[in-house]
Every structure is written in structure tokens, then in C-alpha cells.
């Protein structure tokens, strides 16, 4: 992967394929659908990484070493609440989007 | 060079051990069944290099045979009738991903009525799903044209799977002295199998068949048809680097005795043997008329059979194939199509369905036809050439309710 | 060699149009991550396929290939002659497909390889209907569930998937749920390194056609296990080794309560569910333990 990531960076020789051939590594504004996001209660936090675990779109990071040690990738969350509803601790409320909860 | 002696089957085989297939996945068929044995033998007793996967089913044969050629090696498999017919929804699947995968295809009807027998309905039912069709006269060409089917659909020009047909019994199980080259010679015709186009590789990973949006699908069915159109080209390339190489003249339409002819038969496969001894049979008795054997029909050779037929009044198309509910069978529709600007007189003849065999007789019935009609004397031919006087009732049954 | 036009963690994409909350997401990516780069994978049409992408543009970093529903297996099954023949005996060849492209339409196909011993590992994703579709009944659809091809409820049990694989005495066999990733990870990298064919059937709860809040998706899969409607074994080298083994079964009533598949039930209907999930898995379970050779 890493390998691929880094011939990204150098200019990529093109040529045609024909047919039904998927070119481009994507990802689609999944961030977008989000209705409810994700917010943490830190002090009650155990770091357990549940969350992480969880999370089907694999965008949650535990930063053991950080005050606010669950971070999310809000381009990609999609709101599910998984995380919420599996912390063991209940740590995680679902709040609106957009509202400043 | 040596003679052997083999059939359609065995030649088939023989083609695909010569072009040093690699993965071979086969499901038994009549009249196919002694092809899928042959293989089985030679990769057994390792004559042939190659895996060979006993397959559940035509469906999953095809299927092995798409997946293996894209993943990089020369795959085969063969079927025959309603195996063909349930290859189907791969067949499309096989060529819209431009494997050029070569297939020799033993021609024989489709049920129901069940038969077992020769007939062209099972590949002209397939024949707009993007393959390449080659139609074979004797063993000697089912042979060559796996050959040369190898070398049009794998050009990067082309890139489209390929049939190559043989009647089913009348090639599949006649035996017959049959020259077959040199493997080296082989080796430099045909050449090792080089992926040319999308390819699955976990050093170099992309994927393909996925979902295709409106925004694309056209031109990837474009780019098919551009691949059809190259092959014609192709393939007369390739014929000629055959005959030089070989010694042996195939032709994508060959005129028999047109030149001079008043009238001409347009023929496939097999009966193209028997439509030529009638030719010499008749052009004896005075009587001048030719055959224009089809021997690649899909992509239909438009250029081609306009040649061989242009100024020629009274044409005679004999389908092996019923081509039910269409204005007439699908070789007797393609040629009224390429020859629209000539005015012809284009006549249809349907026969040698579900084994039955196209005799001399017949063919001798059909020249007759057309040369009265060319002459004036006669106003209607017999469409359905060999059929009973009594075809509504040939079956009686006791009602009992 | 795809284009990267976005960072991600591991071979799957972030942005991928499955459903808030979709079972398969979690699925897919704990497999491939345990699967890793050289891995060529078969997914057939259906909710699998968003993992592979759309157009031009792919949602995995690995080379794999659509082929139709019924095929997977056998698609699979061919990568992997073409990489025998060509010495490649490293290469993972996965088959991705869900439960009406398994037990419905594919089973042709899987019970081949399965014969041949054909080193493909199968994983079935089961959401327990044709959910890309739009909620069809499959054969794997479970007994009283609501579908759109099922309006009342299914009137029979479902296919038991696990034991037509253990019919063809493959070397490894699993069935799965998301609620233990670890465990699907452990069977994941066993099937992995089996030398033959593989077969793992992961339960995937499906927000949309089981119609339950996203947010209990691993909360329903440990609940499956927990009222026996979803049993959790390993089939290795023809011995049965069951993973969990329940004294008491929570009521199903706690399992189907939350999801608006199974809303059309009355009280009365709802024993009877009971009734039938407690003889299907003691049902099993006697068998089971009769092949484990406990009893």
C-alpha cells in the first residue's frame, strides 16, 4: 500500500484498457449523510478502543496520550451511532449535526 | 509435418495442446464429449501442460476459462448445444472484458426437440454476444482455424473471444487424414499468450467488470464494435501469414466456382463439402453454378461476400438454422443486408436441422431452383428444403379426456 | 495499478456507499486487512460490490473482478488454476458474496469447488435476504421474517449453509459474527492458510432490510448468538468444535423486538418463534456435539 501511495506522488505512466476496468482508489462523500455525530465525554474516557473496533467505516483513532483521545474522521462518519451503542463506559452521546451540543 | 488422422474432437484438442493452453476447464456434452476426454488424456499423461478442472456445469466452465485467461494464461474450454446455451450470460461477461478466449463450439441443435444432431442454431443463438465465429468445412480446418482464431482474437487490434464451429458427427466424429504442423511451427504462429489489456495481478491490482454508469457503457460497447471491425482485417492478415507459414489457403468467404456462375449458394460449416461436389456434379452437365462457403461470420464479412457475389442475380442462402419469427434465418438476413445496393434476387433456404443430413439431392434441388428462377421459369423455391409433405402430423395421439 | 486518489488506513476506502451502520462494512474491511495485498478477490453483483466501486473509480486497493451471481465460486476457482499453472501457490483467491449469490443461485458453483477441493476461500456475507435489491426473500432468510417477497413472514427455516459445506467434508469451515471481530479474524487468517477450499458464513445484520436503528448492528449480531438464532462452530479436518455454548438462551423476543422485520407477529406467533429457535438450535447442537464427540 505504502508503495502505492508513494508512486502517487511520481507521474504515473497512462495507457488504455478497454473495457469495464476500475482505474482510481475513491472514496465518496460519505461525511455528508451524517444526521447524528458522535461526541465524547473525555474524563470518562478508559481509552478502551471499542469504538475503533467497531466502527465500519474505520475512522475512529485513540490517542492514549492526547486529553481528547478519540478522534473521528467527519469526512467519512456516517452517524451510525455504532460506537456509541457499543462503548462500554456510555461515553459516546449522538448529537444533531450541526448543533453545538 | 505429419498426418494424422483424427476428428473434429480430437483436432479441436490437438489445436489447443499445440497453442499450449494452460488452463483447461470442460464439462462433457454429446457431440463434445470425446474433446473433454482427449483433454483430460493429455493433461494426464502430461502431453499437455496444463490444469485441468473438472467443472460442474457449461456455466462454470466458461466462467473458470474468462477468470483464468485474465489472470493471465491461454484458458480453454469447449461446449456444444445447450451447454453453449447456458454459457450465455458468461459469454457476454467474456468478451465485454475483452478476453480473447478461443472456443471450438460442436455444433448441434438446441431442445427442445431434443437431438443430439448437427444443427447451427446453437451458436447463430449466441451469435451478437461479441465473439468472433469461424465455421468449419472439414477436420483439416477446425485445426487450422483454432490456430488462426488464437492469433485474431488475442491481437491487441481485436481482443474479442473467438467460436470456432464444427458440425456436430459430421466433423466431430468423422475421422480424417489430417496434416498437423510441427510444434515449433506452431510455437512462431501462434506465440506465447501475452496479456494485452486489463489483467488481474495482485503486483500491478486493478479491478475489473465493475458497475458500469450510462456515462460509459456506450463506449465500451463501441470499443467492442471497433474490436469486430479490426478482426476482419485482422484475420485476412493472419490467413495469409497462415498459408505462407503452412501452405494451406483459408479464405474469410470462399467463392467456389462464382466466378463464372450464373447461380451461387451461400453456405457454412460442413454442407460447404458436399455443395462443391454438386458444383463439379452439375458444371458437368453444363449446368454453371458456385458456392460461397462463409468461413468467418461473425464479424459477417460484408466486403468479402460482396466480392464473391457481386453481379450475380440469383443467390440461394441455405441457415442450418430455423431463425423462427425473424423475415428469414440469420445467414439468409446478414447477406440480404450486405447486399442491399445489388439487386439481387436473395432466396431463403432452411435445412439440415437437428441432424438431418444435407444431402446432394437436396443441394442438386436447390441449384435447380435457382436457375429456373434466374431463367424465368420459376416463381417460388422451397424455403424449408427437406421437410415432410405431412409436417403438422407426424405425431398422432389417443385423447383420452 | 490503481490511481490513489484518497488515503486510507488500510486496502479499503473510508467513502463507501454501504448503508450507516451496515454489518458488511465491518465485515470487509476486518477481512482484508487480514487478507492483506496479495489477495485477488471475487465479488458478484450485490451490496459486496460496493466494496469494489463504481466506474472508473474502486473502493479497494486489491486486483478483483464482478463476475455474475451464480459464478463466484467458479470465477474464483479459475484465477486460482491460472495461478497454479503459472507456480503462484501464495496468492489468496477470495470469493465475497452474500446469501442469495451462496445458497440461492451459486450453490451449483460453490458445491464444485467445494468437490474439487479448490483452494478458494468463500466468504458468504449473510444479511439474510437480496438486500441490494431492495429486501428480497433468499433461501437464507429466516423463518417468520418480513420481506418484500415474503409480506408475511417466511414460512420456512432457513438453509443451513454450514452443513452442506460439512457434506462436502471440506478441510476448514466457520460460521462468524461481527459482535467477535476477533474471532472472525482468527477464522479469517485460519481459512487463509488452509490448503483447500475455505468457507466462512458471517451473520450481517443489515439496518435497512432488518429495519432496526444503525446503531444496533453489533449489539443485534451478539444478541443472534445469544438467543440461539445464530450458532457460532468451526469445522477443521472433520472435527466440529463449537466456539460458544449457552446454557440458557436469552429470549428472542429481545433479538427480533428491535428489528421491524419481524413487526407483523403477535404474541402467539412469537412463542411459537421461540419455540422453533430453542428445537433448531438444540436441534443443531445435538448434532454437533454428537460430531465433536462429546456425547
Same mark, same amino acid.
Given at each position: 500500500?505504502?508503495?502505492?501511495? $508513494?508512486?502517487?506522488?511520481?507521474?504515473?505512466?497512462?495507457?488504455?484498457?478497454?473495457?469495464?476496468?476500475?482505474?482510481?482508489?475513491?472514496?465518496?462523500?460519505?461525511?455528508?449523510?451524517?444526521?447524528?455525530?458522535?461526541?465524547?465525554?473525555?474524563?470518562?474516557?478508559?481509552?478502551?478502543?471499542?469504538?475503533?473496533?467497531?466502527?465500519?467505516?474505520?475512522?475512529?483513532?485513540?490517542?492514549?496520550?492526547?486529553?481528547?483521545?478519540?478522534?473521528?474522521?467527519?469526512?467519512?462518519?456516517?452517524?451510525?451511532?455504532?460506537?456509541?451503542?457499543?462503548?462500554?463506559?456510555?461515553?459516546?452521546?449522538?448529537?444533531? $449535526?450541526?448543533? $453545538?451540543? | 509435418?505429419?498426418?494424422?488422422?483424427?476428428?473434429?474432437?480430437?483436432?479441436? &484438442?490437438?489445436?489447443?495442446?499445440?497453442?499450449?493452453?494452460?488452463?483447461?476447464?470442460?464439462?462433457?456434452?454429446?457431440?463434445?464429449?470425446?474433446?473433454?476426454?482427449?483433454? &483430460?488424456?493429455?493433461?494426464?499423461?502430461?502431453?499437455?501442460?496444463?490444469?485441468?478442472?473438472?467443472?460442474?456445469?457449461?456455466?462454470?466452465?466458461?466462467?473458470?476459462?474468462?477468470?483464468?485467461?485474465?489472470?493471465?494464461?491461454? &484458458?480453454?474450454? &469447449?461446449?456444444?448445444?445447450?451447454?453453449?446455451?447456458?454459457?450465455?450470460?458468461?459469454?457476454?461477461?467474456?468478451?465485454?472484458?475483452?478476453?480473447?478466449?478461443?472456443?471450438?463450439?460442436?455444433?448441434?441443435?438446441?431442445?427442445?426437440?431434443?437431438?443430439?444432431?448437427?444443427?447451427?442454431?446453437?451458436?447463430?443463438?449466441?451469435?451478437?454476444?461479441?465473439?468472433?465465429?469461424?465455421?468449419?468445412?472439414?477436420?483439416?480446418?477446425?485445426?487450422?482455424?483454432?490456430?488462426?482464431?488464437?492469433?485474431?482474437?488475442?491481437?491487441?487490434?481485436?481482443?474479442?473471444?473467438?467460436?470456432?464451429?464444427?458440425?456436430?458427427?459430421?466433423?466431430?466424429?468423422?475421422?480424417?487424414?489430417?496434416?498437423?504442423?510441427?510444434?515449433?511451427?506452431?510455437?512462431?504462429?501462434?506465440?506465447?499468450?501475452?496479456?494485452?489489456?486489463?489483467?488481474?495481478?495482485?503486483?500491478?491490482?486493478?479491478?475489473?467488470?465493475?458497475?458500469?454508469?450510462?456515462?460509459?457503457?456506450?463506449?465500451?460497447?463501441?470499443?467492442?464494435?471497433?474490436?469486430?471491425?479490426?478482426?476482419?482485417?485482422?484475420?485476412?492478415?493472419?490467413?495469409?501469414?497462415?498459408?505462407?507459414?503452412?501452405?494451406?489457403?483459408?479464405?474469410?468467404?470462399?467463392?467456389?466456382?462464382?466466378?463464372?456462375?450464373?447461380?451461387?449458394?451461400?453456405?457454412?460449416?460442413?454442407?460447404?463439402?458436399?455443395?462443391?461436389?454438386?458444383?463439379?456434379?452439375?458444371?458437368?452437365?453444363?449446368?454453371?453454378?458456385?458456392?460461397?462457403?462463409?468461413?468467418?461470420?461473425?464479424?459477417?464479412?460484408?466486403?468479402?461476400?460482396?466480392?464473391?457475389?457481386?453481379?450475380?442475380?440469383?443467390?440461394?442462402?441455405?441457415?442450418?438454422?430455423?431463425?423462427?419469427?425473424?423475415?428469414?434465418?440469420?445467414?439468409?438476413?446478414?447477406?440480404?443486408?450486405?447486399?442491399?445496393?445489388?439487386?439481387?434476387?436473395?432466396?431463403?433456404?432452411?435445412?439440415?436441422?437437428?441432424?438431418?443430413?444435407?444431402?446432394?439431392?437436396?443441394?442438386?434441388?436447390?441449384?435447380?431452383?435457382?436457375?429456373?428462377?434466374?431463367?424465368?421459369?420459376?416463381?417460388?423455391?422451397?424455403?424449408?428444403?427437406?421437410?415432410?409433405?405431412?409436417?403438422?402430423?407426424?405425431?398422432?395421439?389417443?385423447?383420452?379426456? | 495499478?490503481?490511481?490513489?486518489?484518497?488515503?486510507?488506513?488500510?486496502?479499503?476506502?473510508?467513502?463507501?456507499?454501504?448503508?450507516?451502520?451496515?454489518?458488511?462494512?465491518?465485515?470487509?474491511?476486518?477481512?482484508?486487512?487480514?487478507?492483506?495485498?496479495?489477495?485477488?478477490?471475487?465479488?458478484?453483483?450485490?451490496?459486496?460490490?460496493?466494496?469494489?466501486?463504481?466506474?472508473?473509480?474502486?473502493?479497494?486497493?486489491?486486483?478483483?473482478?464482478?463476475?455474475?451471481?451464480?459464478?463466484?465460486?467458479?470465477?474464483?476457482?479459475?484465477?486460482?488454476?491460472?495461478?497454479?499453472?503459472?507456480?503462484?501457490? *501464495?496468492?489468496?483467491?477470495?470469493?465475497?458474496?452474500?446469501?442469495?449469490?451462496?445458497?440461492?443461485?451459486?450453490?451449483?458453483?460453490?458445491?464444485?469447488?467445494? *468437490?474439487?477441493?479448490?483452494?478458494?476461500?468463500?466468504?458468504?456475507?449473510?444479511?439474510?435476504?437480496?438486500?441490494?435489491?431492495?429486501?428480497?426473500?433468499?433461501?437464507?432468510?429466516?423463518?417468520?421474517?418480513?420481506?418484500?417477497?415474503?409480506?408475511?413472514?417466511?414460512?420456512?427455516?432457513?438453509?443451513?449453509?454450514?452443513?452442506?459445506?460439512?457434506?462436502?467434508?471440506?478441510?476448514?469451515?466457520?460460521?462468524?459474527?461481527?459482535?467477535?471481530?476477533?474471532?472472525?479474524?482468527?477464522?479469517?487468517?485460519?481459512?487463509?492458510?488452509?490448503?483447500?477450499?475455505?468457507?466462512?458464513?458471517?451473520?450481517?445484520?443489515?439496518?435497512?432490510?432488518?429495519?432496526?436503528?444503525?446503531?444496533?448492528?453489533?449489539?443485534?449480531?451478539?444478541?443472534?448468538?445469544?438467543?440461539?438464532?445464530?450458532?457460532?462452530?468451526?469445522?477443521?479436518?472433520?472435527?466440529?468444535?463449537?466456539?460458544?455454548?449457552?446454557?440458557?438462551?436469552?429470549?428472542?423476543?429481545?433479538?427480533?423486538?428491535?428489528?421491524?422485520?419481524?413487526?407483523?407477529?403477535?404474541?402467539?406467533?412469537?412463542?411459537?418463534?421461540?419455540?422453533?429457535?430453542?428445537?433448531?438450535?438444540?436441534?443443531?447442537?445435538?448434532?454437533?456435539?454428537?460430531?465433536?464427540?462429546?456425547?
Amino acid at each position: 500500500m505504502q508503495k502505492q501511495q $508513494e508512486k502517487h506522488m511520481s507521474k504515473l505512466k497512462k495507457y488504455s484498457v478497454l473495457g469495464p476496468v476500475a482505474t482510481t482508489f475513491t472514496a465518496s462523500d460519505t461525511g455528508s449523510w451524517r444526521l447524528e455525530r458522535p461526541k465524547v465525554v473525555f474524563e470518562d474516557c478508559i481509552k478502551c478502543g471499542i469504538c475503533a473496533q467497531v466502527c465500519p467505516v474505520d475512522i475512529v483513532e485513540i490517542r492514549k496520550d492526547e486529553k481528547e483521545c478519540v478522534v473521528f474522521n467527519f469526512d467519512y462518519c456516517k452517524g451510525c451511532g455504532i460506537c456509541a451503542n457499543e462503548c462500554p463506559k456510555k461515553c459516546i452521546m449522538m448529537v444533531p $449535526e450541526r448543533s $453545538e451540543v | 509435418m505429419a498426418y494424422k488422422m483424427l476428428n473434429g474432437n480430437t483436432a479441436a &484438442a490437438e489445436a489447443m495442446k499445440l497453442a499450449k493452453v494452460q488452463v483447461v476447464s470442460v464439462y462433457p456434452i454429446t457431440p463434445q464429449s470425446p474433446m473433454s476426454e482427449r483433454l &483430460a488424456d493429455m493433461v494426464a499423461s502430461g502431453e499437455m501442460k496444463a490444469e485441468y478442472i473438472r467443472v460442474e456445469s457449461e456455466h462454470s466452465a466458461m466462467s473458470m476459462t474468462m477468470t483464468a485467461q485474465l489472470t493471465g494464461v491461454r &484458458a480453454g474450454t &469447449a461446449t456444444s448445444s445447450n451447454g453453449l446455451a447456458l454459457m450465455h450470460e458468461v459469454l457476454s461477461m467474456v468478451s465485454g472484458t475483452r478476453a480473447p478466449v478461443v472456443m471450438p463450439v460442436v455444433n448441434r441443435g438446441v431442445a427442445a426437440p431434443w437431438t443430439l444432431w448437427c444443427e447451427h442454431g446453437d451458436s447463430m443463438a449466441q451469435r451478437d454476444m461479441g465473439w468472433l465465429q469461424f465455421y468449419s468445412e472439414n477436420v483439416q480446418e477446425v485445426l487450422d482455424l483454432m490456430l488462426v482464431a488464437y492469433r485474431v482474437a488475442e491481437d491487441e487490434r481485436v481482443l474479442t473471444p473467438a467460436m470456432v464451429c464444427l458440425d456436430g458427427f459430421f466433423l466431430s466424429h468423422s475421422m480424417q487424414k489430417v496434416d498437423v504442423p510441427e510444434e515449433e511451427l506452431v510455437d512462431d504462429f501462434v506465440g506465447p499468450y501475452i496479456r494485452k489489456n486489463g489483467y488481474l495481478d495482485t503486483k500491478d491490482p486493478m479491478f475489473l467488470c465493475g458497475l458500469c454508469g450510462p456515462e460509459d457503457y456506450t463506449e465500451m460497447r463501441y470499443q467492442q464494435k471497433v474490436g469486430m471491425d479490426n478482426a476482419s482485417k485482422v484475420a485476412q492478415e493472419v490467413l495469409e501469414e497462415f498459408e505462407a507459414k503452412f501452405g494451406r489457403k483459408l479464405e474469410i468467404v470462399e467463392g467456389y466456382k462464382t466466378e463464372d456462375a450464373d447461380v451461387v449458394l451461400v453456405a457454412l460449416g460442413s454442407m460447404c463439402g458436399t455443395a462443391k461436389y454438386v458444383v463439379n456434379k452439375m458444371r458437368a452437365e453444363g449446368k454453371k453454378v458456385g458456392v460461397a462457403k462463409v468461413t468467418m461470420f461473425r464479424p459477417f464479412p460484408v466486403d468479402q461476400l460482396r466480392k464473391v457475389l457481386a453481379g450475380k442475380e440469383v443467390i440461394g442462402v441455405f441457415d442450418r438454422s430455423a431463425g423462427l419469427g425473424g423475415q428469414g434465418g440469420p445467414v439468409w438476413s446478414e447477406t440480404c443486408a450486405a447486399l442491399k445496393d445489388q439487386s439481387s434476387d436473395i432466396r431463403h433456404y432452411v435445412g439440415g436441422l437437428g441432424g438431418r443430413d444435407v444431402t446432394i439431392d437436396n443441394i442438386e434441388k436447390i441449384f435447380n431452383e435457382l436457375l429456373e428462377i434466374k431463367e424465368g421459369r420459376r416463381d417460388k423455391h422451397t424455403q424449408w428444403i427437406d421437410l415432410k409433405d405431412n409436417p403438422m402430423e407426424i405425431r398422432q395421439v389417443i385423447k383420452n379426456v | 495499478m490503481y490511481d490513489i486518489q484518497h488515503e486510507s488506513k488500510g486496502l479499503v476506502s473510508h467513502g463507501v456507499n454501504a448503508c450507516a451502520g451496515c454489518g458488511l462494512e465491518l465485515i470487509a474491511r476486518n477481512t482484508m486487512e487480514v487478507l492483506g495485498e496479495n489477495t485477488i478477490v471475487v465479488i458478484p453483483p450485490g451490496c459486496g460490490s460496493l466494496f469494489s466501486g463504481y466506474g472508473a473509480g474502486a473502493a479497494m486497493k486489491l486486483p478483483g473482478f464482478q463476475g455474475n451471481l451464480e459464478n463466484t465460486a467458479a470465477c474464483a476457482a479459475g484465477i486460482r488454476a491460472a495461478l497454479n499453472a503459472k507456480g503462484d501457490k *501464495e496468492t489468496t483467491v477470495l470469493a465475497f458474496a452474500g446469501d442469495g449469490g451462496t445458497v440461492d443461485i451459486g450453490l451449483q458453483s460453490l458445491s464444485g469447488v467445494m *468437490e474439487r477441493r479448490d483452494k478458494v476461500l468463500y466468504i458468504c456475507y449473510d444479511n439474510e435476504a437480496y438486500m441490494n435489491t431492495g429486501i428480497q426473500g433468499s433461501s437464507s432468510t429466516p423463518y417468520q421474517a418480513s420481506t418484500t417477497t415474503t409480506p408475511t413472514g417466511k414460512p420456512t427455516e432457513r438453509k443451513s449453509l454450514m452443513e452442506i459445506a460439512i457434506a462436502h467434508d471440506i478441510p476448514y469451515a466457520a460460521t462468524a459474527s461481527i459482535h467477535n471481530l476477533r474471532d472472525f479474524r482468527r477464522k479469517v487468517q485460519k481459512a487463509k492458510d488452509t490448503n483447500g477450499p475455505s468457507l466462512i458464513h458471517i451473520q450481517t445484520p443489515c439496518p435497512t432490510g432488518w429495519r432496526y436503528d444503525p446503531a444496533r448492528s453489533v449489539e443485534l449480531a451478539r444478541l443472534a448468538v445469544q438467543t440461539g438464532a445464530w450458532i457460532l462452530y468451526e469445522y477443521e479436518n472433520g472435527k466440529i468444535k463449537v466456539n460458544m455454548k449457552l446454557k440458557n438462551l436469552k429470549s428472542i423476543e429481545e433479538y427480533i423486538k428491535p428489528q421491524r422485520r419481524f413487526r407483523h407477529l403477535s404474541q402467539e406467533d412469537i412463542e411459537e418463534l421461540q419455540e422453533t429457535v430453542k428445537k433448531n438450535y438444540q436441534r443443531i447442537m445435538d448434532r454437533l456435539e454428537y460430531m465433536e464427540g462429546t456425547v
